[in-house]
């Protein structure tokens, strides 16, 4: 089946990258990408990111827009809705727009307005895992009144995409309930093993876990969870804030979301680069940087 299909990025990062390099040398059309950071500092490299996967770079979102017919918004969490705004201007009715960002579904429904006012077809999508190593078969849940037209189109370019029933929001609120869990998880792990490893007991405290849950490996489930705070920290914690408020628009609370998003911000915030090897160097290096070694 022929593929071809007009495709815009907004935000050129991590996940639009590991598309592209599914797609490999056959893309599934034309290709254009707008990201923010070519308005700062860091814009040499993200030219040089376009370069790499072939893509054609453009400094405003509505240049990158300009006769898409699907648009994948892939930025951080805090400029989710900003970037549907601001895309609605540019977007030739009838677009697609898959928005991809990990927010609440509160927000989806504002992005989702301001698309739909502007002639696009917004289409709800929650991405369910990370995005390397899967790249292109990463699972995608979506939703809405386009999440049939969506399903199609992304499954054309080669995703694997399912339909989850019910209006925006229904996909977003699955991803931000299930990160409580995932990314509270790596919170978690974070607090107990660098209090472990400050007061010199962590061999113990890894027993002690590994013989109440037999086959889950704490060292290394700790230094996966560890380094993805470290590196992806900000990111996550822009998610978190958002998973905090789906949680206390449907629930009691959102207090653990909220403390996940404070732990997620206080690492990524360390800016350690690059990271050494495995979960004692790992939390040496973040006691070291907090002041807490040897304490």
């Known amino acids: ?13 991590e996940a639009a990258q590991a598309f592209c390099e599914g797609w490999g040398a056959q893309p599934p059309g034309a290709i254009r990408a707008f990201d923010i950071k ?14 790499r996967w072939q893509v054609t770079g453009c400094d405003r979102a509505a240049d990158a827009l300009r006769g898409a017919g699907a648009v994948l918004s892939l930025v951080t969490a805090d400029q989710a809705l900003a970037a549907a705004s601001d895309a609605a201007a540019g977007l030739m009715a009838g677009s697609l727009f ?14 989702a307005a301001a698309i739909e006012a502007a002639g696009g077809r917004y289409v709800d999508v929650a991405v369910m895992a990370p995005v390397r190593p899967a790249l292109l078969s990463v699972p995608l849940l979506v939703a809405g009144p386009h999440a049939e037209a969506g399903r199609a189109l992304l499954e054309r370019i080669g995703f694997r995409a399912r339909v989850v029933p019910g209006d925006v929001g229904a996909a977003s609120a699955i991803k931000m309930l299930r990160s409580i869990v995932i990314k509270g998880l790596e919170a978690l792990t974070a607090e107990c093993l660098l209090s472990a490893r400050a007061a010199g007991i962590e061999e113990e405290v890894l027993a002690s876990l590994d013989a109440s849950f037999p086959g889950w490996d704490w060292r290394t489930r700790g230094d996966y969870n560890l380094d993805r705070m470290l590196v992806h920290g900000l990111r996550r914690a822009a998610e978190m804030r958002e998973s905090a408020a789906t949680a206390a628009a449907l629930g009691p609370s959102g207090a653990m979301a909220a403390a996940t998003a404070d732990w997620q911000q206080r690492l990524g915030s360390l800016g350690l680069s690059p990271l050494p090897e495995g979960l004692a160097a790992k939390a040496d290096a973040v006691l070291a940087a907090t002041g807490k070694h040897d304490q």
Do not use: C, H, Q, W
């Open 98 to 111: 898959f928005d991809m960002n990990s927010v609440a579904p509160e927000t989806k429904r504002a992005a």
């Open 38 to 51: 070519t308005e700062g500092g860091a814009a040499v490299a993200k030219r040089a990111d376009y370069a």
């Open 1 to 13: 089946m022929d593929r071809a299909v007009s495709l815009a990025f907004i935000g050129f990062g």
